[in-house]
């Protein structure tokens, strides 16, 4: 059972945003209007916002002040240099190509390596990174082992990739339709668990082998650095940094959303060696995002990203942030409420079929809680689960559901206090006592692509 003794913030407050209360009846109404889909719910009518941890951190007074250092000049402003830099000293790449958020990093990235009938594996795909793979007509494998769909298993690198698989997927597929591999630090999909260095290691040693790039999906590289601080042999008496740049040094590049780890509301890069296909990003880069050198961004944004990919390597905050995440989820775990476990980097990931198990998988169960919770609380979580990662296969297209069906409770970097977290653990708690009352879902409207984000639901 995790220490439930409250975290203390290792912060003060200077500015704050008033939470407004918002009426059950009109929570009720909210959630007609935006069919059943908690991404329409305007944020202010939202009490506690755990719909996800990316974009979402309050920024340091050291980051508000580098805002006023920006330069938004169109080519080479500063702020490009000091983010480059911190880029460099951290992923020890030459290129650093900024972009507006992670997204569009994987965009320029594969748009430059992957063709129509390539596969792309990773530990378990991020949805953004499945839907740009699909969108080139290539197809998105997720390799994590058995442990990663696990959600008892006691393993402290849940996030690690099967490598037995990747060796013979390569060779089943071919080199030349592979032409990357990524990995995802920490396996947001596939509850927030990180990666070893042990496993890097080896997945480094097979895409050398058959000379196939090797990518991080960098979002949450400092959380991950920490857990190996925390979790593997040898690691208890290096910095994060250290980690954090030995982690690097296996792959050939990374993308990654600053609005994770670099603790910023917007912004994103990527970042590798090769020249060749510097100039090829760069070129799809100037069509969609802007000059290379603010890729999407202004001066103020790279400053911010720059700072924070500093202030996110800082121990206590790291140490802070993972204790809030095993903080919530062990009041969540101490009342009986089926969680994914051990707790990862950035969220408590509540498993919504054994929450709610007289709900079938195609009457989303995830869904139908984070429509429960947002009712009886006003609290917003996140589906990951049918509705995000349903697919429709074969000649009949019946929808084929993902191993895992749960509610991510992501927790914004230096956001909520621990008070906020007991609020959020009474609530659930208090749902789930009454679970039998939930209704499950059907889909009335949906987009082809990331079709969580717009579909339209209506209770059964
Ligand atoms: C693992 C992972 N990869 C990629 C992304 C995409 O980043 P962005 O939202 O900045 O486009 C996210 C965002 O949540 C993510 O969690």
Redesign the pocket.
Known sequence: MADLKAPVEPFRIKVVEPIRPVARKEREALLRQSGYNVFGIPAEKVTIDLL?D??TSAMSDDQWAGLMTGDESYAGARNFFHLEKAVQSIFGFTHVIPTH????A?RVLFGVMVKKGDGVPNNIH?D??RANIEFLEAQAVNLAGPAAYDPDADQPFKGDMDVARLKKFIEAKGVRKVPLVMM?VTN??GGGQPVSLKNIKEVSRVCAHYEVPFFL?A??FAENAHFIKKRENGYAKKTVLEIAQEMFSYADGA?M????DALVNIG?FVTFDDDGLAEKVKNLLIISEGFPTYGGLAGRDLEAMARGLNEVLDESYLEHRTAQVAYLGGLLDRAGVPVFKPFGGHAVYVLADRFLPHIPRHQYPAWALTVALYRESGIRGVEIGGVMFGEKTGKGKKEVYPELEMVRLAIPRRVYTASHLQVVADALIEIYQNRGKIRGLRIVRESPFLRHFTAQLEEI
């Open positions: 996800t990316s974009g958020q992670g997204r569009a994987e991020f953004t990174t995802t947001n999909s999906d979002c949450r993308t959303s600053g609005k994770k994103g």
